[in-house]
């Protein structure tokens, strides 16, 4: 349904969200419950796991669905003439979603850590499943990518902020992979069959040192969580900034081309952050302590997006000017002014002084 009323585009979201996927939008509600449920535990449990409250994970994962579920049911609300699958898309992507937060959820009940626990049968069948799911949702996201790389957008400065949100949201979320793989020593205790765990966020240090506030990123080495975080949430960074760019007062005098430039400058600027942190966490170094060649490779990565931000706004100022222009003798020749004869050059304007200095083509016969 399409109105110019925005009161009646703002109620007809909801709709229009429900429409493309109602299994999306079904568990996005489902998830605001349960970060209301899981807040309810703070008060009551002061069980702690790995450095922090039990449910802090259930209400920081729950909240983070709801995000995710939101955004791609909106993303997935672009694609015209596949409705089967788009919502075989948003359906198999809820599923997986549930058994997400259903497992975390358990895991907490348990007084036990959800991610990386091997400690016994139950609990690394548990975090496998999870695995499963999580790379079900991964290869969905890559099905509703192509789907979006097809579709012809009506707003194409919005459109290529939606696909490159989605393609760099896809990286952050392959980076968790990262964290999977077990160190040496978690090899050593799987050879003499007392396996606890398999993988870790932090690199360097043990999970569960010192960390930032309910982020619990790790101060103390590297963490993986922070590109995985940084990236996941493209999807919501990139798109807000190109609507921003499409119809913000701002550049509405810029030519679509120009700012589908920004954009992308834009986008490198994302993605090659996400790159950094990644090589600043494997390299063990605190997020909170970003060493020389850390900060040289951020440089960098903004030298470069500056770099192709200014060189698609190039030109801009003489696109103004000649519109300018062009403005000036359309408002001359609506008000009667006379027109330029095809193929003939006005003569320069001079000052008063100079009147009777005019070169012989230019004085009056």
Known sequence: MKTNDPAMAVRSWPARLWETSPALVGVALVHVGLIALFLVGFVVDARMVTGQP????????????????????WMLSHVEGQERRVRAIGGVTAAAMVVEIVIIGAQA?????????????????L???????????????????????????????????????LLLSLLGAGLGGLMTRPSQ?????????????SGAHSVGVQDG????????????GGDLRVPHFFGLHAMQVLPLLAAWLSRGRSFRRLHSR?????????????GGTILVLTWQALRAEPIVSPGPTTLWALGGVVGAALVLAATSLRGTSQTNVRGSDARVTTTARAE???????????????PRWW????????RPS
């Open 54 to 73: 039990v449910w802090m994970k259930p209400a920081k994962f729950a909240a983070s669905i709801f995000v995710y579920t939101l955004t791609l049911a």
């Open 109 to 125: 009940a348990r007084g036990v850590r959800s991610h990386f626990n091997a400690a016994t049968a139950l609990d690394g069948a």
């Open 127 to 165: 975090f496998t499943v999870m695995g499963v799911a999580i790379l079900t949702a991964w290869g969905c996201g890559v099905a509703a990518l192509v789907l979006l790389f097809r579709q012809r957008m009506v707003d194409g400065v919005l459109g290529w902020g939606i696909r490159l949100g």
């Open 185 to 197: 020593a978690q090899l050593e205790q799987f050879r003499r069959g007392t396996p606890l765990e």
């Open 209 to 220: 040192g010192r960390g930032l506030p309910v982020l619990g990123w790790s101060t103390e």
């Open 258 to 270: 120009r700012r589908m430039g920004l954009v992308w400058a834009s986008a490198l600027a994302y």
């Open 336 to 350: 009667g002014a006379p027109s330029e004869a095809p193929g003939t050059r006005a003569p320069p304007r001079r």
């Open 355 to 362: 009147a009777g200095r005019e070169p012989r083509s230019f």
